[in-house]
């Protein structure tokens, strides 16, 4: 019994806490759920070795799960970063091993009850703060406790969902708690409100429009019709969600980039096909298939982390039979969820089968448009749901179809030795990364390399460090620390530019003879075909150029550079004096007045990017 009770505790307390820190996003947070999760695990196991057999619930799950996180492996084979692709196959494993749990220990209706209490505790708490939020700041859009409103409002789409079936269909008793579910519903619908998201507003109609729909079709157009009234005047009418909807574009150059960005996810996914970029990488993709924004004042400015559409994510990543598994995955959830519904009309669980099943259709519906299932707290939630429907039609006895098997191993003493030892094991491995950060802060790089060798990131940071310690000394081992650790960097991470473009930088300032200025250009050309629309890069190449009296070579660096960002002043003025050198006043003058105009329009922004920074900084002394 005391093993039952720590799982359900550990389930709780991982409801409880990633939505509660940036949706667990910072290392921090998710290795402190693998922590918990650990322990969780471990309670499991140890009940199994009590019970004197291993019991193991089905379900039509198992199988697209285990395929899912088969090819998410595969794809490491391919990965461009596979620190990367590492660190998003832990995130997904722990969703399996959650819902596995929540399948084969929630049992009983007190501990379902637990789980759902949890959920919406902590929903109504980051609601509340989202307010309160929206309140003191002048209106402004809430974050709450996530990283950004998008991914706020998403979340909450699951605890309305999950307070709206239970009121509409459940068969809760007392005014009190009925009272308490329509002013939780009331709480999530204004918090979701005021984040003004687009998807978020599409999801939740669809999700009313849902939960309506099974109440009566009369009820579906009612509360469609409320929700967009709703959507329409709150918080005014003229920053209204569906207002936001309605005027899309406008003076929003931004506007229309996730239809970009889904055709760089497209291109990537044309060019990897089968096993994609590798889990977790589409953000070390993307230099390669960026794309203008006109109207602004960078016009590459604009970075994609994420393809802000999941599927189009999983499939760029993994490559298309994964997606493939995962609409199998979506397709085996619904089609027992509706099995399942159809046994419990009448029964007290049938509306919380509902609200669980309409908050995993809400986030679906919104990962068409944006990525909400990276946020850890997110799929955290939904394995659960997924759990406590899919294990409900054991607990209720429509097929029992447990395996249980008797295994004289449990009954060994040596059981324990070796969950003891899978647990130090696993416990270190999900630990490493988050020591290796604490290292990386302190600038104790070797050590945070001992601990995560295969971040190029810390191979990096070390390299710089040693070429300050090179000019600083002038110790020629140094120089050769810092090449050695740049090169292991690329083999880490062959598709980051960045490292490519700072190794021929340093190259060709801190060695001699005429080899390295073949080196600098080699390394400079790698890094143009990985960020082909990098302005810096065709800068820096042209600079080089410059260096070495190749002037024709230059130039056309630096028109290109000027062709991909037309603001930016210091390779118009770079090209300018290579005109004024040659003699060609003329064509210098129109560059200088080029470069002139381009920093006074940088000057006038008021708010910049690095970016933008990078663009607007000048070579003072020549304007």
């Known amino acids: 019994m005391i093993f039952e009770r720590l799982i359900t505790l550990g389930l709780v307390a991982i409801v409880l806490f990633s939505p509660l820190f940036r949706a667990a996003l910072p290392i921090w947070a998710i290795t402190s759920v693998y922590l918990i999760l650990l322990v969780t695990l471990a309670s499991w196991l140890v009940r199994i070795?009590?019970?004197?057999?291993?019991?193991?619930?089905?379900?039509?799950?198992?199988?697209?799960?285990?395929?899912?996180?088969?090819?998410?492996?595969?794809?490491?084979?391919?990965?461009?970063?596979?620190?990367?692709?590492?660190?998003?196959?832990?995130?997904?494993?722990?969703?399996?091993?959650?819902?596995?749990?929540?399948?084969?220990?929630?049992?009983?209706?007190?501990?379902?009850?637990?789980?759902?209490?949890?959920?919406?505790?902590?929903?109504?708490?980051?609601?509340?703060?989202?307010?309160?939020?929206?309140?003191?700041?002048?209106?402004?859009?809430?974050?709450?406790?996530?990283?950004?409103?998008?991914?706020?409002?998403?979340?909450?789409?699951?605890?309305?969902?999950?307070?709206?079936?239970?009121?509409?269909?459940?068969?809760?008793?007392?005014?009190?708690?009925?009272?308490?579910?329509?002013?939780?519903?009331?709480?999530?619908?204004?918090?979701?409100?005021?984040?003004?998201?687009?998807?978020?507003?599409?999801?939740?109609?669809?999700?009313?429009?849902?939960?309506?729909?099974?109440?009566?079709?009369?009820?579906?157009?009612?509360?469609?019709?409320?929700?967009?009234?709703?959507?329409?005047?709150?918080?005014?009418?003229?920053?209204?969600?569906?207002?936001?909807?309605i005027?899309?574009?406008?003076?929003?150059?931004?506007?229309?980039?996730?239809?970009?960005?889904?055709?760089?996810?497209?291109?990537?996914?044309?060019?990897?096909?089968?096993?994609?970029?590798?889990?977790?990488?589409?953000?070390?993709?993307?230099?390669?298939?960026?794309?203008?924004?006109?109207?602004?004042?960078?016009?590459?400015?604009?970075?994609?982390?994420?393809?802000?559409?999941?599927?189009?994510?999983?499939?760029?990543?993994?490559?298309?039979?994964?997606?493939?598994?995962?609409?199998?995955?979506?397709?085996?959830?619904?089609?027992?969820?509706?099995?399942?519904?159809?046994?419990?009309?009448?029964?007290?669980?049938?509306?919380l089968v509902i609200g669980l099943v309409a908050g995993i259709i809400g986030v679906l519906i919104h990962s068409l448009v944006d990525f909400p299932l990276h946020a850890p707290a997110i799929p955290i939630v939904l394995s659960i749901n997924a759990g406590i429907v899919m294990g409900l039609s054991f607990n209720i006895r429509y097929q029992t179809s447990d395996i249980r098997k008797k295994s004289t191993f449990l009954q060994s003493k040596r059981y324990y030795l070796y969950l003891v030892l899978i647990i130090v094991i696993l416990g270190y491995a999900v630990l490493a990364p988050y020591l290796a950060d604490i290292y990386a802060e302190r600038g104790e790089y070797k050590k945070a390399i001992a601990q995560d060798?295969?971040?190029?990131?810390?191979?990096?940071?070390?390299?710089?460090?040693?070429?300050?310690?090179?000019?600083?000394?002038?110790?020629?081992?140094?120089?050769?620390?810092?090449?050695?650790?740049?090169?292991?960097?690329?083999?880490?991470?062959?598709?980051?530019?960045?490292?490519?473009?700072?190794?021929?930088?340093?190259y060709h300032q801190n060695f001699a003879g005429r080899s390295r200025i073949n080196f600098a250009i080699r390394e400079m050309q790698k890094a143009l075909e990985l960020a082909p629309y990098d302005c810096f890069f065709h800068y820096e190449l042209g600079s080089i150029y410059a260096n070495e009296e190749r002037y024709e070579e230059a130039i056309q660096n630096y028109k290109k550079a000027i062709e991909l960002e037309p603001n930016y002043a210091q390779a118009h003025y770079n090209l300018g004096r290579i005109y004024e050198d040659s003699g060609r006043t003329e064509i210098a003058e129109e560059e200088y007045k080029k470069a002139e105009e381009a920093r006074k329009r940088g000057l006038a922004k008021l708010t910049r990017t690095k970016y933008e920074n990078q663009l607007i900084s000048l070579q003072r002394r020549g304007l």
């Open 49 to 245: 070795k009590e019970d004197r057999g291993f019991s193991f619930t089905r379900t039509s799950l198992d199988l697209p799960i285990l395929f899912f996180i088969l090819f998410a492996s595969l794809s490491l084979i391919r990965s461009i970063n596979i620190h990367h692709s590492i660190s998003a196959l832990y995130r997904l494993i722990s969703y399996a091993l959650i819902y596995f749990l929540v399948v084969n220990n929630i049992k009983s209706k007190l501990e379902i009850k637990k789980l759902i209490q949890s959920i919406l505790e902590v929903s109504v708490f980051v609601a509340l703060y989202g307010l309160i939020e929206f309140f003191i700041h002048n209106f402004t859009p809430p974050f709450s406790t996530f990283p950004n409103l998008n991914i706020f409002a998403s979340f909450l789409l699951i605890p309305f969902s999950l307070a709206s079936g239970i009121l509409l269909f459940g068969k809760e008793r007392g005014g009190g708690k009925r009272i308490a579910l329509g002013v939780m519903i009331i709480l999530f619908l204004l918090a979701i409100i005021t984040t003004r998201s687009r998807g978020a507003f599409l999801s939740l109609a669809l999700i009313v429009t849902f939960l309506g729909y099974l109440k009566s079709k009369r009820y579906a157009l009612i509360t469609l019709a409320l929700v967009i009234l709703l959507f329409s005047l709150f918080p005014t009418p003229v920053n209204s969600p569906l207002m936001r909807l």
């Open 247 to 351: 005027t899309v574009g406008g003076k929003d150059p931004y506007a229309y980039t996730r239809i970009s960005i889904w055709k760089s996810a497209l291109s990537i996914i044309k060019d990897h096909l089968f096993l994609g970029t590798g889990l977790g990488t589409f953000k070390d993709a993307f230099p390669g298939y960026s794309f203008p924004v006109e109207g602004v004042f960078a016009r590459f400015g604009k970075k994609a982390s994420f393809a802000h559409n999941e599927y189009l994510q999983i499939a760029s990543e993994m490559g298309i039979f994964a997606l493939g598994i995962f609409l199998w995955l979506l397709s085996a959830f619904f089609k027992k969820a509706k099995e399942i519904l159809k046994n419990l009309q009448g029964k007290e669980e049938y509306g």
């Open 453 to 506: 060798p295969l971040c190029g990131e810390y191979h990096f940071k070390l390299a710089n460090l040693y070429v300050d310690q090179y000019r600083e000394t002038g110790d020629s081992y140094y120089r050769i620390d810092a090449y050695g650790e740049f090169k292991t960097a690329i083999k880490l991470e062959p598709r980051n530019s960045y490292y490519h473009r700072r190794l021929a930088k340093f």
